[in-house]
């Protein structure tokens, strides 16, 4: 069976920091790009990291580059998202989802809530 | 990026009727383009791939059509249990961008 699991997220200030895991089984982890896609509280998906099933290639909007990293680790079957510099907009449930190229994202992790607020 | 258009955020519909949700792209697609149902409190799942491919598991009173810019998502034979956000979704480029969802309710 197909498991993707977060975890990591939580309650945390503007400007702080915070770390997102999502622990996989079920499939060959390092056969599958990855992709975290956050849905804000006004119920909008929108992605925010993707990395190859290697891990060489990573990609980010705007919105979150530069803050935002992205990384896995295919002896672990585990994808990371380290977030810094958070801000308010930040706020939402942020999922990990998994996706072979130009296929569709066909398995979901249940999410795992961050909000940014003082 | 390819603007993704659900021009209904909200349909009624009658248990047992039938129902069609569109979703317009900003640009040709290709047939990239994947319809997700949410229910509340769960993630998103995959219902159809590639305009028409229904995924395993998936009933069938539920197809998807389209070509170019213009995809529709239906629903006949309405149960309770299709009550959700259903979600449109390119994957022909990057990065991949959503629709903002239809919720169905049941009238």
């Known amino acids: 069976e197909v498991k993707l699991v977060e975890s990591g997220g939580g309650l945390v200030q503007p400007g702080g920091s915070l770390k997102l895991s999502c622990a996989t089984s079920g499939f060959t982890f390092s056969d599958y790009y990855m992709y975290w896609v956050r849905q804000t509280p006004e119920k909008r998906l929108e992605w925010v990291a993707y990395i190859s099933n290697g891990g060489g290639s990573t990609y980010y909007p705007d919105t979150v580059k530069g803050r935002f990293t992205i990384s896995r680790d295919n002896a672990k079957n585990t994808l990371y998202l380290q977030m810094s510099r958070l801000k308010s907009e930040d706020t939402a449930m942020y999922y990990c989802?998994?996706?072979?190229?130009?296929?569709?994202?066909?398995?979901w992790g249940q999410g795992t809530s961050v909000t940014v607020s003082s | 990026d390819i603007q993704m258009t659900q021009s209904s955020s909200y349909l009624s519909v009658s248990l047992g009727g039938r129902v069609t949700i569109t979703c317009k792209a900003s640009?040709?697609?290709?047939?990239?383009l994947a319809w997700y149902q949410q229910k509340p409190g769960n993630a998103p799942r995959l219902l159809i791939s590639g305009a028409t491919s229904l995924e395993t598991g998936v009933p069938s009173r539920f197809s998807g059509s389209g070509s170019g810019k213009d995809y529709t998502l239906s629903i006949t034979s309405l149960q309770t249990e299709d009550v959700a956000t259903y979600y449109c979704?390119?994957?022909?480029?990057?990065?991949?961008?959503f629709g903002s969802g239809t919720k169905l309710e049941i009238k």
């Open positions: 979704q390119q994957y022909w480029s990057t990065p991949p961008t």
């Open positions: 989802a998994r996706h072979k190229y130009m296929e569709a994202m066909d398995y």
């Open positions: 640009d040709h697609i290709n047939n990239w």
